[in-house]
């Protein structure tokens, strides 16, 4: 079932006394989520994911466009009669009923002839519950489950009732480091094993980019870009998009172009040929890092990180607008922690241009 | 560990001693009184020791009337006046205008004064030369005869008495019901809308598990509340409840020690502990009851 959102906007009236203006959480979102994919919903709080993931269920209406399952309009159905799945933050599970109620619970209630025979509903609890690995636990009350087991029940919930569309909000946020690794895999397979379309949100970029098929993030209720998460990383449409994706987060200079060169404090460290004189801002990945005691950009060394197979080398320069630069590099490298400077040339597929103004990528061919 | 718990034991001794003093105290002497035959408290003295007194209160016609109207009480106003509590809070928490005005409106009556609201109830229901109150007004537009409400039989001064125990402790199970309500995450509401529930289905399998805690905090109390029952009856009846057939058993306890027939201690004594054995009897039968179907997170 492919989703398809047209110019929807979703606003609310503020609440804040004197001021008229709704504020918009949703600002003209246009969308089409292919059959049968996972899509990640991104962007920091605040930023309306949330918001169009409950307008996707129908717990909320949009205040203009249109939402289509496949071909149906949904924009007017009510939540109930929607036929999605959702897995909420908190899981919701219903405290008082034990695992197998909680995943009877949505097949109780379809009436006439949708509705199955009591050892029909059994079964179908127990598969999706066989699924998600918890057919063990049916007699349990959420309350005597972990985090990771609760989760698996909120998702058998959501699927037992084969439903067009499954929606995970923040599905990951409630479980610890190892957990979520392991969980985030978890719905990858289900996904997978089930072909139904899903939309999850998140504000963590590792976790979208790991298992969606395609990212959506989003600022303020805007979509920023579209795409496959590589090449959303590889090609940001802007600086915040740069600045979202990434761990460790991309090193921001200002700089400018000076005479077709791309100028960092008094270092020329690419040449960029065509582009006019003017100040940008200038991203740099920290893969995209050279140690070169010839190269061009100098910085004040402060350090070095060993993180398992990585190493990165902290340091610190007057354009830089993080508190220190760090820069990837491979193992086998040396580092003479000795010296008060280093200096790194860059790989230009690494290095990223933007407007100072609109901080909107600006392209450039380097030779 | 140990100087820790002589600690704990000195923090409780204020309320360890009034308690006893002012609790423990007067009940294990209301159970010994109850078995000393002729207990006279001003010489101090009795005659026997024995089971006289049950035998006494229980073969008295006035105790086992008030046994009879108590229970009656109970029986009708703790089940009616829960579920109608229940009913109104669900609607006060289903609507957003004028909530608060609601909300003060039905609360009024648990400030009122219950003398004052007896009045009040007397001015409806009581039937004088000049009126017949604004009850058989009503039931006279219905073509109905009019009834005296508060002197006449006694299955309609049950029912006025009734009516008023269940309007007079509504409010506190609205107020305490309302914010159980409140404080059911919303969360759980989406998920089962978002699962096709059924308004009705979602109340049964999913509000009132969530709220079984309350409402049955709500029955015992209200329970015991109902079997002492007295000032009520006192309000709308005046105070010779044996003459109107209207006594309750704590109102039989306070005659036999105060009332006009009164300065029988061992008999009040007696009737006492049998209204306490009564109580307890129920709350433990409620809490058997309740084990299956009360849910605690």
Known sequence: ?367 | MEKQSAKGWLYLLPAILFLGVFMVYPLIDVFIYSFEEGYNSASQTYYGVGLYNYSYVLRDPYFLQALKNTFILVIVTVPLSTGFALLISVALSSIRTLRNLYQTIYFLPYVTNTLAVGLVFMILFKKTPYTDGLANLVIGWFGGEAIDFIDGPYWAKMFVLCVYTIWVVMPFKILILTSALASVDEVYYNAARVDGTSKWRTFVRITLPMISPTVFYLIITGFIGAFKAYSDAVALFGTDLNAAGMNTIVGYVYDMLYGNSGGYPSYASAAAIILFAVVLTITCINLLISRKHVHYS
């Open chain 1, 1 to 367: 079932m492919k989703i398809v959102l047209q110019n929807v906007t979703k606003k609310f009236p503020s609440r804040s006394k004197g001021v008229r203006e709704d504020v918009v959480a949703v600002r003209d979102f246009s969308f089409e989520v292919p059959d049968g994919q996972l899509i990640g919903l991104l962007g920091p709080s605040g930023c309306g994911k949330s918001t169009t993931l409950n307008l996707l269920c129908g717990l909320q209406k949009p205040t203009s466009g249109r939402i289509f399952f496949g071909d149906d309009d949904v924009t007017a159905l009510p939540a109930e009669k929607r036929g999605v799945g959702f897995v909420f933050q908190s899981y919701a599970l219903y405290p008082h009923l034990t695992v197998l109620q909680n995943i009877l619970f949505p097949l109780e209630n379809l009436k006439g002839k949708d509705r199955l025979s009591k050892e029909a509903m059994r079964e179908k609890a127990y598969e999706a519950a066989r699924l998600v690995q918890i057919d063990e636990l049916m007699d349990r009350k959420p309350s005597e489950l972990s985090g990771g087991q609760q989760q698996r029940v909120a998702i058998a919930r959501a699927l037992v009732k084969r439903p067009r569309v499954l929606l995970l909000d923040e599905p990951l946020s409630n479980l610890d480091a190892r957990l979520r690794l392991q969980t985030r895999e978890e719905i990858r397979r289900i996904q997978r094993e089930t072909k139904i379309t899903t939309v999850f949100v998140t504000h963590d970029q590792e976790e979208a980019m790991s298992i969606s098929d395609m990212i959506v993030v989003m600022k303020s209720g805007v979509i920023q870009q579209i795409g496959k998460p590589q090449e959303v990383y590889d090609n940001p449409v802007n600086l915040f998009v740069a600045k979202f994706l990434g761990t460790p987060p991309i090193n921001v200079f200002s700089g400018r172009i000076d005479g077709g060169r791309l100028m960092i404090g008094g270092d020329a460290v690419l040449a960029v040929p065509g582009l006019d004189d003017q100040e940008v801002w200038v991203g740099v990945r920290p893969e995209g890092f050279v140690l070169d005691d010839n190269g061009p950009l100098c910085c004040n060394f402060s350090g070095v990180e060993v993180m398992g197979r990585d190493i990165s080398v902290v340091s610190t320069n007057a354009a830089c607008e993080n508190a220190a630069i760090r820069a990837i590099i491979s193992a086998e490298s040396r580092v003479d922690t000795q010296k008060k400077t280093v200096r790194f040339s860059l790989n230009p597929g690494k290095v990223f241009i933007f407007d100072r103004e609109t901080e909107a990528r600006i392209p450039f061919e380097s030779i």
